[in-house]
């Protein structure tokens, strides 16, 4: 089992900056990709950024140039750091972790407890 815990929510003005971490615990040696999705209300969850073990990432387009997923193999921790944020990024923001990427993508194998960013003037 993998226990995941996010931190680092909370309310921003636009154009502002907020740093999102998720502390993975257990048999993480089984996790080869970590992830952010986020969901806002009334609409579908959404898959925000990815990284694998090799090093690689990939983001929505949504997010590309303003997002970046980076992770901490000492700390087993992913942070997700957002610049630039808008409005429509306003979303409960969840960690994710799973073996494969089709798994990742299709429905994960862990979850953490999200944690909501608001992003208001």
């Known amino acids: 089992q993998v226990q995941l815990v996010e931190s680092g929510g909370g309310l921003v003005q636009p154009g502002g900056s907020l740093r999102l971490s998720c502390k993975a615990s257990?048999?993480?040696?089984?996790?080869?990709?970590m992830s952010w999705y986020r969901q806002a209300p009334g609409k579908q969850r959404e898959l925000v950024a990815t990284?694998?073990?090799?090093?690689?990432?990939n983001y929505a387009d949504s997010v590309k140039g303003r997002f970046t997923i980076s992770r901490d193999n000492a700390k087993n921790t992913v942070d997700l750091q957002m610049n630039s944020l808008k409005p429509e990024d306003t979303a409960v923001y969840y960690c994710?972790?799973?073996?494969?990427?089709?798994?990742?993508?299709?429905?994960?194998?862990?979850w953490g407890q999200g944690t909501q960013v608001t992003v208001s003037s």
């Open positions: 994710a972790a799973a073996p494969t990427i089709i798994k990742l993508m299709r429905a994960p194998n862990y």
């Open positions: 257990g048999t993480i040696f089984s996790i080869n990709y």
């Open positions: 990284f694998h073990d090799s090093g690689s990432t």
